[in-house]
């Protein structure tokens, strides 16, 4: 029974090959090595992983096979003498640091979501919660109260209203009083605000978040808003991979965003109730019951999906 | 899908599986390999090797850095079916994005490479180009993994890529 075969192999004499090996080996076999660096004694060599991962259309069931090229996420230490691994990132710390990689380029989709949705982040029913002092001076702007730097000051509204300032809907007249702006006026007049005081106060809070996201969050440490961000997020970081407005289950939105912020303070509560309100606020609307996106929104997004390092695998034909 | 292979044409050997590819165990079998895969970096092979060990079927598994196209062919003649692995990106766009493509060589030919590729539905053979498949199989250093009995000898003849000229002390 017993049969004697040789075969004919390549030795192993440059550090690419060796490392090819050992990452078929060891991580598998989505790995191969990025450029090889000479450090001495050593090749160093920094693992590149291409990812697939597929997006469902629920509403078509047609599905995309798409591939992440994650760049450096892992290293292997070759010994020059005889090619041997010396040292290397651990299985599990790779997996976490292609995790961590992927959720990031996820989230590169929040910023420029925050800046598409602009005026909608207002009409969120939590939203002023935490932006009250900007919704309550606009109202009061537009019916004609002006309060002084030190009324102001004594509510603690000065920050939020400097804000305005800066956006250029409010401004202090030579008598210290804050009065609104002709763009603040025109915002009024819009189709949105139909002269209705509400409505702009609340689209001029929307756009103050547009504007300063980042400030509200990590310095004044406002987050009212922020549910609303992940879950269009959630929805439009699929979408984009996609390339068009897909319908998607409000599961597969939940399981996006556990994903996308693994890790981030853990309000896990009340998905169902965010949804709805991401939905009110016109940042994605409900078709059936399915979720989809809006095509203002996901046209100012599509710009995004060209700096996203994936493409579109070949077999997605084929399904 | 070669293990199954393997039973078919090795009945003599110790099985525990069924003939029947159909079989209950069969699918079990698949099913418990299926865990070991990643979707984040693909089936770490020394996990498949692990696995073979684990379900006492009487075959072996190497990973191996093949010299070339001609050396899949001996395999082939040999009835030993490779397990190549290749950039299947590669090999319709020219450009590096998909190296985790894996297909069971069945037939070496002048012109073609033929497998059968589980990626697609139609689990009929399918015929690569050997030139593209060649630059394509390069971009992984010609690594295949080969599945066979125990009972074989495998030996490796480790053949350079070095050219002629670098003997002659004409090229460093």
Redesign the interface.
Known sequence: ?????????????DP??AA??IL?????????PGRIADLGDTWHVPID?????SVWNEESSQEKLL?Y?LEDVGSLELAKRNLRMVEATH?GA??KN??LRRAEYKRSVESDLVKAAKHRWGFGRRTLQHMEPAFRTVSNLLREIHPSREELSAMNYLQQVQLLIDIGYAQFTEEGKLDATPKLLDLRRTDLCKNDIELTAKACVGVLISQFYDHLTADLRLNSFVPYVRTGTAYYGDSLDYGENISITRDKIKKNLLEFYAGAPKVRFGFDVTIDETVNAGIVHKKGRFISGDEEIFEALLEARKSLPI?E???SQ?? | MVSMYWRREKP??DWKMAEDPNAPEWNEFYQQGCKYV?????????KIASYLKSVQLPLAMK??????V??LE??TR?N?LPIV?FD??FY??GV?????H?AIVMEVTAENILTVDP???NKERTAYYRVEFEKSWK?????AI?IY?K????????????PLESYMGVMP
């Open positions: 029974m017993s049969l004697k075969l040789s075969i004919y192999t390549k030795k192993i004499t690419r090959t090819v090996r078929l080996w060891r991580y598998g076999t989505g790995c191969l992983v291409y990812m697939p991962t591939t090229h299985l790779l997996h292609i995790r493409t695998d070949l077999l084929e399904i | 003599l050997l990643s979707h984040l970096s693909g089936v770490p092979l020394r990973l191996v850095s093949l010299h070339g001609y050396a001996s395999l040999a030993i692995l299947f990106y319709h766009k590096p994005k998909n190296p985790s894996a990626s697609f539905i971009i992984l250093e010609n690594h080969v009995p009972a074989y000898r495998l030996k490796e003849i480790e053949r350079t890529a070095k």
